[in-house]
């Protein structure tokens, strides 16, 4: 008699005990658990705390990255934008220090401060754009449009900065008949734009940036910018996507440039859900290419 009351009120300790651990893990709020088998509960108690303890784990992980990953964001962001403003500020103040006087002067440096401010809101710009991507912000419109004329409107627009370089742009082959694809057509010319911004960029002298555009597989095209400019050496290539990422920060630098284009331009393409592909080797040129549905 006194072993069944004894083992009873053990029996009912345990389970109040364990009845507080599964109040306590509000999570755990849907566990079944029964006052009649103790002892496999104990098993399931254990296995899904377990469980447990390995997703909050999880959590704390992501989250810890996402905080270093803004940390990190908001210091390339002042420091992105710190240059250009101290070059307009410096122009400024040498132009109210006296500088002002002598025109050829003065107008050197007005020149050269608007040139800052038009780097800082290009900068913005990108950000905004880049934000407005990462908080999955931009609706795309798509709808069915030529991409053989978007790439001829993406030269017209970019062979004045071709031709200070004497680069030049052009197709692989002759494109006689519209090829139809389905997408953001705006979107889509950002990422052509940024690809042959760069392309003249990291180019050579008297380069050739091509773009071809091909069938992939039965609803598929591939779109390839290749130019044989100063190319990038493999180990960078897996981070050329990355905000902010230059390969050589002090050459870039005097090509201007926010470090945003590509993880723009892999934003974009992602929100399409296609793929963007990248093939360098230095000093011999890079290749660019990306996949589009075609419309029926
Ligand atoms: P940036 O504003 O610096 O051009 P991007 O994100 O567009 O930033 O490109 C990141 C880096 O990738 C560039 O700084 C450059 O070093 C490298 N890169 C991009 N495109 C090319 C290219 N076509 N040829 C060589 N290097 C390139």
């Known amino acids: ?59 704390i ?28 500020q410096g122009y400024l103040e040498t132009l109210l220090d006296g500088a002002m006087e002598d025109p050829n002067v003065a107008d050197k440096y007005l020149k050269r401060a608007t040139k800052g401010v038009e780097r800082l809101v290009y900068i913005v710009d990108d950000l905004d754009m880049i934000t407005k991507l990462e908080v999955g912000d931009l609706r795309l419109d798509v709808k069915n449009f030529d991409i053989v004329a978007l790439v001829e409107g993406v030269f017209d627009l970019l062979e004045m900065k071709a031709s200070k370089k004497k680069i030049t742009l052009t197709f692989d082959t002759d494109y006689n008949e519209p090829i139809l694809v389905k997408g953001d057509q705006e979107r889509i010319q950002q990422v052509l734009t940024n690809l042959v911004v760069n392309s003249i960029k990291y180019g050579r002298e008297k380069g050739t940036t091509e773009i071809s555009i091909e069938r992939l597989i039965k609803n598929k095209v591939i779109v390839r910018v290749t130019d044989n400019g100063e190319g990038i050496e493999t180990k960078y290539i897996p981070r050329l996507f990355e905000r902010f990422f230059r390969v050589d920060k002090s050459g870039s630098r005097k090509v201007g440039g926010s470090g945003l284009g590509l993880a723009i331009v892999k934003h974009i393409i992602e929100a399409h859900d296609e793929k963007i592909y990248v093939e360098s080797e230095i000093n011999i040129g890079s290749e660019f290419s990306f996949t589009l549905e075609k419309a029926e």
């Open 1 to 59: 008699m006194s072993f069944l009351v004894t083992q009873y009120r053990v029996e009912n300790f345990i389970y109040k005990r364990i009845n507080q651990i599964y109040k306590d893990l509000t999570l755990l709020e849907s566990a079944s658990f029964s006052k009649e088998s103790i002892t496999t509960d104990m098993a399931t108690l254990t296995k899904q705390i377990d469980q447990y303890a390995k997703d909050k784990k999880l959590e």
């Open 61 to 88: 992980e992501t989250l810890k990255v996402r905080e270093e990953y803004r940390k990190e964001f908001m210091g390339n962001v002042s420091h992105e934008l710190k240059t250009p403003l101290f070059t307009v």
